[in-house]
């Protein structure tokens, strides 16, 4: 047999319903036993069609929580624990970390080895110390482009809760006692977290209350929203 083409006919439509791209065609060669070869069209990956990894940027919210689940009285951290502070200056050192412009401003001396990311929605505030950050998003985008493991979320009570759906870990401090009011935390659903640390540290003559640290995992099937 001679070489010849034979076209399976689909490239013959109605000029109405032809596309640009031409339809796979079947060869006849006559050297190949089975004398079919099917030419596959060459496979074009757009960008958009990449499948986001499944696996979540880490964002940990820090934070010290009072046992009724207050943050704050409205100004200011309301308890001095000297353990939990050093505790707090731990776990932040050397990490990627996001605030809000008014928990920024309230510890604006605090941070000398940091250049944290400050949340705000003023496109003028221009940080003296670290970067603005429009949107919750944006902060990790920057993290994880610059190949941070994790982005450590300091607070206050808006940026927790804007965050809390993205959280992978949380580490919190939970201070036994009661404000009765003020900014909460977000309720940290049981059916959601697992705890996966606790260490309790009794009162003394430097700590007014006692407190425990606890340390919290996403449970396995509750991915975050992100
Ligand atoms: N106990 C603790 O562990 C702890 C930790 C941290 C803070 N605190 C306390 O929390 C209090 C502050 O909390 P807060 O809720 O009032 O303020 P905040 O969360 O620190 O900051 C709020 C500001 O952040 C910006 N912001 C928040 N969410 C945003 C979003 N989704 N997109 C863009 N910008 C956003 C806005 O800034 P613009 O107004 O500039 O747009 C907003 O006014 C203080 O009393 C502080 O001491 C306690």
Known sequence: MSRGMIDDGLNELPASKRTS????????????ESAIDYQLPPIIHH?????????????????????????????????????DRAHFRERTLGRWLLVGRRTYEEMIGWFHNHQPLVLSTDAG???AIGTRVATVE??????????????????????????MPLATRLDLTLVHTRLGTGIPFPAVDPGVWRQVQSRPREADAAHRFSFTFTEWERAPGHGSEA
């Open 138 to 163: 944006a902060a990790i985008q920057i993290a994880s482009d610059a190949g941070a493991g994790e982005l450590m979320v300091l607070g206050g009570g808006q940026v927790f809760a804007a965050t």
């Open 21 to 32: 791209q031409r339809l796979p065609t079947f060869q006849v060669l006559d050297h190949q």
């Open 47 to 83: 960008p958009s069609s990449i499948i986001p990894p499944l696996t979540p940027f880490p964002v940990t919210l820090i934070a010290a929580v009072s046992d009724d689940g207050f943050i704050s009285r409205g100004q200011g951290v309301p308890w001095d624990l000297p353990d």
């Open 125 to 127: 505030f221009a940080p």
